[in-house]
């Protein structure tokens, strides 16, 4: 058994990574919106935090009722009970991934996770 996962994400709407990729601490999407679409529910969650990367295109996202604009480059975290709907702009498709995490859950990270071999 090797130490790790790969996948090759193709353009469909969406893709999650958690069972392409064996994920144990986390739930990847990438999510493709045609222009003028939109998720078609409204979402929270128990216990996860979403962080929300715009790859291209334009957008907007509806978080306990504020409407937030995005586009390429827009790094967004929502707490778990927010509710939230993402949709695409008129005349733009929206691509973005989604990391879901369970809130509080980090103990360390970079150097402080480290193992210098």
């Excluded at 893709?15 to 144990?24: D, K, N, P, R």
């Excluded at 291209?56 to 995005?70: M, R, W």
Aim: glycine share 6%; with cysteine; hydrophobic share 35%.
């Amino acid at each position: 058994m090797t130490n790790y996962s790969k996948t090759t994400v193709t353009n469909e709407a969406r893709t999650e990574l958690h069972s392409a990729l064996s994920l144990t601490g986390a739930e990847i999407s990438v999510n493709n919106l045609p222009a003028g679409s939109g998720v078609p529910f409204v979402h929270s969650h128990k216990n996860n935090e979403e962080i929300y990367a715009v790859i291209s295109g334009k957008g907007t996202a509806v978080i306990d009722g504020e409407k937030v604009e995005l586009s390429a480059g827009d790094w967004l975290r929502i707490s778990p009970s927010a509710k939230r709907q993402f949709s695409a702009a008129e005349n733009s498709p929206l691509s973005y991934i989604c990391i879901q995490v369970k809130e509080n859950s980090l103990e360390a990270f970079t150097q402080e996770d480290a193992v210098i071999e």
